[in-house]
Protein backbone atom coordinates (compact mmCIF):
# COMPACT_ATOMS: atom_id res chain seq x y z
CA UNK A 1 0.00 0.00 0.00
CA UNK A 2 2.83 2.51 -0.11
CA UNK A 3 2.67 5.15 -1.73
CA UNK A 4 -1.14 4.15 -3.36
CA UNK A 5 -4.18 5.39 -1.82
CA UNK A 6 -5.98 2.85 -0.05
CA UNK A 7 -9.41 1.21 -0.06
CA UNK A 8 -12.03 3.87 1.09
CA UNK A 9 -13.51 1.26 3.20
CA UNK A 10 -14.22 3.40 6.04
CA UNK A 11 -15.94 5.97 4.71
CA UNK A 12 -19.06 7.33 6.56
CA UNK A 13 -17.79 5.18 9.88
CA UNK A 14 -17.09 6.06 13.07
CA UNK A 15 -14.21 4.70 14.73
CA UNK A 16 -12.75 5.25 17.81
CA UNK A 17 -9.21 3.94 19.11
CA UNK A 18 -7.81 3.76 22.01
CA UNK A 19 -3.92 3.99 22.63
CA UNK A 20 -1.05 4.39 24.79
CA UNK A 21 -0.58 3.01 28.56
CA UNK A 22 -3.49 4.56 31.17
CA UNK A 23 -1.69 5.70 34.60
CA UNK A 24 -2.67 5.79 37.98
CA UNK A 25 -1.99 8.47 41.06
CA UNK A 26 -0.17 7.00 43.75
CA UNK A 27 0.48 10.81 45.11
CA UNK A 28 0.76 13.96 43.13
CA UNK A 29 3.90 13.19 41.54
CA UNK A 30 4.22 9.33 41.38
CA UNK A 31 1.73 6.82 39.12
CA UNK A 32 2.22 3.36 38.61
CA UNK A 33 2.18 3.10 34.64
CA UNK A 34 3.31 0.72 31.73
CA UNK A 35 5.91 1.30 28.58
CA UNK A 36 3.35 1.68 25.85
CA UNK A 37 4.07 4.12 23.13
CA UNK A 38 1.10 4.43 21.66
CA UNK A 39 2.81 3.85 18.30
CA UNK A 40 -0.03 0.99 17.39
CA UNK A 41 -3.01 2.93 18.27
CA UNK A 42 -1.39 5.73 16.51
CA UNK A 43 -1.00 3.55 13.49
CA UNK A 44 -4.42 2.52 13.73
CA UNK A 45 -6.00 6.26 13.44
CA UNK A 46 -4.38 7.74 10.90
CA UNK A 47 -4.67 4.16 8.90
CA UNK A 48 -8.76 3.92 9.43
CA UNK A 49 -8.39 8.24 8.57
CA UNK A 50 -6.50 7.03 5.24
CA UNK A 51 -9.07 4.69 4.63
CA UNK A 52 -12.06 7.18 5.00
CA UNK A 53 -13.27 6.53 8.72
CA UNK A 54 -14.00 9.60 10.96
CA UNK A 55 -11.85 8.92 13.50
CA UNK A 56 -11.83 9.40 17.32
CA UNK A 57 -8.34 8.76 18.94
CA UNK A 58 -8.38 8.57 22.88
CA UNK A 59 -4.62 8.99 23.84
CA UNK A 60 -3.03 8.40 27.30
CA UNK A 61 -0.32 9.42 27.63
CA UNK A 62 1.34 9.10 24.37
CA UNK A 63 4.22 12.44 23.28
CA UNK A 64 3.44 11.58 19.70
CA UNK A 65 2.42 14.33 17.77
CA UNK A 66 -1.70 14.12 17.52
CA UNK A 67 -2.19 12.55 13.97
CA UNK A 68 -4.12 15.16 10.68
CA UNK A 69 -7.37 14.84 10.62
CA UNK A 70 -7.94 12.60 13.72
CA UNK A 71 -10.00 14.13 16.73
CA UNK A 72 -7.59 13.78 19.51
CA UNK A 73 -8.77 13.14 23.25
CA UNK A 74 -5.85 13.22 25.92
CA UNK A 75 -6.35 11.81 29.02
CA UNK A 76 -4.24 9.92 31.85
CA UNK A 77 -5.88 7.06 34.37
CA UNK A 78 -7.63 4.34 33.37
CA UNK A 79 -11.18 6.02 34.87
CA UNK A 80 -10.63 9.01 31.98
CA UNK A 81 -10.05 6.83 29.21
CA UNK A 82 -12.95 4.20 30.08
CA UNK A 83 -15.20 7.93 30.52
CA UNK A 84 -13.99 9.17 26.82
CA UNK A 85 -14.24 6.14 25.21
CA UNK A 86 -17.80 5.32 25.97
CA UNK A 87 -19.09 9.20 25.16
CA UNK A 88 -17.72 8.36 21.90
CA UNK A 89 -18.31 4.63 21.26
CA UNK A 90 -21.98 5.49 22.01
CA UNK A 91 -21.94 6.89 17.76
CA UNK A 92 -19.23 4.62 17.02
CA UNK A 93 -19.14 1.66 14.24
CA UNK A 94 -16.04 0.23 15.84
CA UNK A 95 -14.06 0.72 18.95
CA UNK A 96 -10.41 -0.66 18.73
CA UNK A 97 -8.85 -0.61 22.54
CA UNK A 98 -5.40 -0.60 21.25
CA UNK A 99 -4.39 1.19 25.07
CA UNK A 100 -2.57 -0.27 27.58
CA UNK A 101 -5.28 -0.49 30.35
CA UNK A 102 -3.51 -0.87 33.86
CA UNK A 103 -5.11 -3.55 35.60
CA UNK A 104 -5.13 -2.17 39.30
CA UNK A 105 -4.44 1.42 40.51
CA UNK A 106 -3.98 2.80 44.43
CA UNK A 107 -7.02 1.72 46.69
CA UNK A 108 -6.56 5.65 48.40
CA UNK A 109 -3.72 7.60 46.42
CA UNK A 110 -2.29 10.53 48.65
CA UNK A 111 -3.57 14.07 48.85
CA UNK A 112 0.36 15.58 49.34
CA UNK A 113 3.50 14.03 48.73
CA UNK A 114 3.86 10.46 50.09
CA UNK A 115 7.14 11.09 52.43
CA UNK A 116 9.86 8.05 53.48
CA UNK A 117 9.30 6.63 56.77
CA UNK A 118 12.31 5.78 58.54
CA UNK A 119 13.82 2.65 57.22
CA UNK A 120 10.86 0.49 56.70
CA UNK A 121 9.73 -0.48 53.08
CA UNK A 122 6.53 0.49 51.45
CA UNK A 123 3.09 -1.49 50.65
CA UNK A 124 0.46 -0.10 49.00
CA UNK A 125 -3.25 -1.23 48.97
CA UNK A 126 -4.32 -1.73 44.69
CA UNK A 127 -8.04 -2.11 43.70
CA UNK A 128 -8.97 -3.47 40.06
CA UNK A 129 -9.28 -1.22 37.09
CA UNK A 130 -12.82 -2.07 35.40
CA UNK A 131 -12.44 -4.14 31.98
CA UNK A 132 -13.12 -1.45 29.30
CA UNK A 133 -12.80 -3.79 26.45
CA UNK A 134 -15.23 -6.10 28.30
CA UNK A 135 -17.53 -3.93 29.20
CA UNK A 136 -17.86 -3.03 25.39
CA UNK A 137 -18.08 -6.36 24.02
CA UNK A 138 -20.79 -7.08 26.64
CA UNK A 139 -23.05 -4.16 26.19
CA UNK A 140 -22.74 -2.77 22.71
CA UNK A 141 -23.46 1.01 22.90
CA UNK A 142 -24.46 1.07 19.17
CA UNK A 143 -25.95 -1.69 17.97
CA UNK A 144 -24.00 -4.28 15.20
CA UNK A 145 -20.40 -2.53 16.67
CA UNK A 146 -17.82 -4.01 16.14
CA UNK A 147 -15.42 -4.68 18.91
CA UNK A 148 -11.70 -5.06 19.00
CA UNK A 149 -9.12 -5.94 21.64
CA UNK A 150 -5.87 -6.07 21.81
CA UNK A 151 -3.54 -8.99 23.67
CA UNK A 152 -0.29 -8.74 23.96
CA UNK A 153 1.33 -11.92 25.87
CA UNK A 154 4.15 -14.09 26.50
CA UNK A 155 4.28 -18.11 26.49
CA UNK A 156 4.59 -18.91 30.35
CA UNK A 157 3.98 -22.23 32.08
CA UNK A 158 0.85 -22.03 31.91
CA UNK A 159 0.44 -22.45 27.91
CA UNK A 160 1.78 -20.31 24.40
CA UNK A 161 1.17 -17.28 23.52
CA UNK A 162 -1.32 -18.16 21.39
CA UNK A 163 -3.13 -20.70 24.23
CA UNK A 164 -2.80 -17.19 26.29
CA UNK A 165 -4.40 -15.56 23.25
CA UNK A 166 -7.38 -17.61 22.48
CA UNK A 167 -8.30 -17.95 26.09
CA UNK A 168 -8.35 -13.99 26.29
CA UNK A 169 -10.32 -14.19 23.59
CA UNK A 170 -13.04 -16.76 24.49
CA UNK A 171 -13.34 -14.39 27.89
CA UNK A 172 -13.73 -10.75 26.47
CA UNK A 173 -16.05 -11.43 23.87
CA UNK A 174 -14.36 -8.71 21.30
CA UNK A 175 -15.36 -9.40 17.92
CA UNK A 176 -11.57 -9.54 17.24
CA UNK A 177 -8.56 -9.87 19.18
CA UNK A 178 -5.20 -8.94 17.94
CA UNK A 179 -2.83 -11.24 19.73
CA UNK A 180 1.01 -10.63 19.32
CA UNK A 181 4.10 -11.87 21.61
CA UNK A 182 6.13 -9.30 23.61
CA UNK A 183 9.21 -9.38 25.48
CA UNK A 184 12.84 -10.28 24.39
CA UNK A 185 12.75 -6.95 22.02
CA UNK A 186 9.51 -7.96 20.90
CA UNK A 187 5.94 -5.51 20.63
CA UNK A 188 6.12 -2.29 22.56
CA UNK A 189 8.30 0.45 20.76
CA UNK A 190 9.24 -2.01 18.30
CA UNK A 191 8.93 -1.27 14.48
CA UNK A 192 7.71 -4.89 13.31
CA UNK A 193 5.02 -7.06 14.80
CA UNK A 194 3.81 -10.70 14.16
CA UNK A 195 0.14 -10.63 14.89
CA UNK A 196 -2.81 -13.43 14.94
CA UNK A 197 -6.38 -12.07 14.66
CA UNK A 198 -8.93 -14.42 16.66
CA UNK A 199 -12.34 -14.13 17.04
CA UNK A 200 -14.63 -14.31 19.93
CA UNK A 201 -14.62 -18.43 19.93
CA UNK A 202 -11.02 -17.99 19.98
CA UNK A 203 -10.29 -19.05 16.02
CA UNK A 204 -8.03 -17.49 13.73
CA UNK A 205 -8.95 -14.87 11.16
CA UNK A 206 -5.85 -14.00 10.23
CA UNK A 207 -2.33 -13.40 10.51
CA UNK A 208 -0.35 -10.41 10.15
CA UNK A 209 3.35 -9.33 10.03
CA UNK A 210 5.34 -6.30 9.26
CA UNK A 211 5.60 -2.48 10.38
CA UNK A 212 2.90 -1.17 12.96
CA UNK A 213 1.25 0.57 9.58
CA UNK A 214 1.00 -3.18 8.23
CA UNK A 215 -0.57 -4.20 11.15
CA UNK A 216 -2.89 -1.87 10.86
CA UNK A 217 -3.97 -2.22 7.66
CA UNK A 218 -4.43 -6.12 8.43
CA UNK A 219 -6.73 -5.08 11.36
CA UNK A 220 -9.05 -2.45 9.55
CA UNK A 221 -9.16 -5.66 6.28
CA UNK A 222 -10.82 -7.53 9.09
CA UNK A 223 -13.04 -4.78 10.70
CA UNK A 224 -14.29 -3.94 7.12
CA UNK A 225 -15.01 -7.70 6.40
CA UNK A 226 -17.65 -7.32 10.05
CA UNK A 227 -18.51 -4.19 8.44
CA UNK A 228 -20.38 -5.55 5.48
N1 LIG B 1 -8.36 -3.86 28.68
C1 LIG B 1 -9.38 -3.01 29.07
N2 LIG B 1 -9.54 -2.72 30.40
C2 LIG B 1 -8.72 -3.25 31.32
C3 LIG B 1 -7.68 -4.13 30.93
C4 LIG B 1 -7.54 -4.41 29.60
O1 LIG B 1 -10.11 -2.52 28.21
N3 LIG B 1 -8.91 -2.96 32.60
C5 LIG B 1 -8.25 -4.18 27.25
C6 LIG B 1 -6.95 -3.72 26.59
O2 LIG B 1 -7.09 -2.42 26.05
C7 LIG B 1 -6.77 -4.76 25.49
C8 LIG B 1 -7.40 -6.01 26.07
O3 LIG B 1 -8.27 -5.57 27.11
O4 LIG B 1 -7.49 -4.42 24.32
C9 LIG B 1 -6.47 -7.04 26.59
O5 LIG B 1 -5.66 -6.47 27.58
P1 LIG B 1 -4.78 -7.45 28.48
O6 LIG B 1 -4.00 -6.63 29.47
O7 LIG B 1 -4.01 -8.34 27.56
O8 LIG B 1 -5.92 -8.32 29.18
P2 LIG B 1 -6.32 -8.52 30.69
O9 LIG B 1 -7.75 -8.94 30.68
O10 LIG B 1 -5.99 -7.32 31.51
O11 LIG B 1 -5.49 -9.77 31.14
P3 LIG B 1 -4.02 -9.93 31.80
O12 LIG B 1 -4.26 -10.51 33.13
O13 LIG B 1 -3.30 -10.87 30.85
O14 LIG B 1 -3.38 -8.56 31.84
CA1 LIG C 1 -3.91 -6.37 31.66
Redesign the pocket.
Known sequence: LVGASPAQDLTGRHVVV?AGGTREPLDPVRYLGNRSTGRQGYALARSAAARGAHVTLVAANVTLPDPAGVSVVHVET?DEL?TAVREHAASADVVV???????YRPAAPAASKMKKDGAAGLTIDLV?????????AAERLRPGQVV??????TGDAAGSVLE?GRA?AR??Q?DL?VVNAVGAGRGFGDVGNEVVLLDAEGSTVAEAAGSKDEVAHAVWDAVAAHLR
Do not use: C, I
Open positions: STRMAAAVADQNPDVLAELVGFAAEHKRKAL
